[in-house]
């Protein structure tokens, strides 16, 4: 079995109730709400990754503010042309930020399509990867070991229908 580490920097943007979000096509093609960030590039160091990446998916430059937490996730699938069986696990660096220029835009031509600033009270209602609702408990929270204790996790959202 294939193994695969994938370490990204995400960026948790609160301002007057609103989180700044931007939108991904999802595995199966059925649109989700994501954190701006993503994967680093080799040699490069997170705190840049999330600088990056947040310019890229929503055209804000933003202010790194603090450092939230670390989450990880495992799951083994099947991907890849040759749908081979694959161990992923993804090592995210959660940071907060705030709006330091840049005017709100789309991008185009890369992993998310739109950006916008959601309502927190409406995220509930929003199709969302997990990972917003780990990293607003961070935010809420603010454990001191920047980790949340496995069983205080959100599940999956297959999980949480059962």
């Given at each position: ?58 055209g ?24 081979r069986l ?8 959660l ?68």
């Amino acid at each position: 079995m294939r193994r695969k580490l994938r370490v990204a920097a995400y960026a948790v943007c609160v301002r007057d109730g609103q989180i700044l979000l931007a939108r991904s096509p999802g595995l199966d093609g059925t649109p989700e709400w994501v954190l701006p960030g993503g994967g680093m590039e080799h040699g490069e160091d997170p705190y840049d990754t999330v600088r990056r990446e947040v310019t890229e998916e929503t055209g804000y430059r933003i202010r790194v503010t603090g450092l939230l937490g670390v989450d990880s996730s495992r799951r083994v699938f099947r991907g890849g042309r040759l749908r081979r069986l694959a161990d992923h696990q993804g090592v995210r660096i959660l940071y907060e930020g705030e709006i330091a220029g840049g005017d709100l835009r789309h991008e185009v031509g890369g992993s998310t399509d739109f950006a916008a600033w959601q309502d927190l009270d409406t995220l509930p209602g929003l199709n969302r990867v997990r990972l917003v609702d780990v990293a607003l408990r961070l935010w809420r929270e603010r454990p001191a070991a920047g980790h949340l204790d496995p069983g205080a996790r959100p599940l999956p959202r297959e999980m949480n229908e059962e």
